[in-house]
């Protein structure tokens, strides 16, 4: 069993940043992809950025403005959030799989989630 802790959520001005954490505890070696999902009110949950190895893959949506990395020695996984808008007003789910979970996007783990809001 893995658990996943996120942590680095709150308020974020328009422009500004934020940076997610999720640390991995349990059986990590049962992990290889990690991921970051949003879900803003009355909508789905989408992806927000994925990396499994040295690859990784971001929503439209966000490119250029977030950046996901991780530390293997560490179980973590980040999530940099540049430029916000008020449209990046979500809960974030960090979730984790094997190494078919990058490209099929079914995750065997979840976060409890982390509110972020983005406001002035």
């Known amino acids: 069993q893995v658990q996943l802790v996120e942590s680095g959520g709150g308020l974020g001005q328009p422009g500004g940043s934020l940076r997610l954490s999720c640390a991995a505890y349990?059986?990590?070696?049962?992990?290889?992809?990690m991921g970051w999902y949003r879900q803003a009110p009355g909508k789905q949950r989408e992806l927000v950025a994925t990396?499994?190895?040295?690859?990784?893959n971001y929503a439209d949506s966000v490119k250029g403005r977030f950046t996901i990395s991780r530390d293997n020695a560490k179980n973590t996984v980040y999530l940099q959030m540049n430029s916000l808008k008020p449209e990046d007003t979500a809960v974030y789910y960090c979730?984790?799989?094997?190494?078919?979970?990058?490209?099929?996007?079914?995750?065997?783990?979840w976060g409890q989630g982390t509110q972020v809001t983005v406001s002035s």
């Open positions: 979730a984790a799989g094997t190494p078919d979970s990058y490209y099929s996007n079914k995750y065997d783990y």
């Open positions: 349990g059986s990590i070696f049962t992990i290889y992809a």
């Open positions: 990396i499994s190895g040295g690859s990784t």
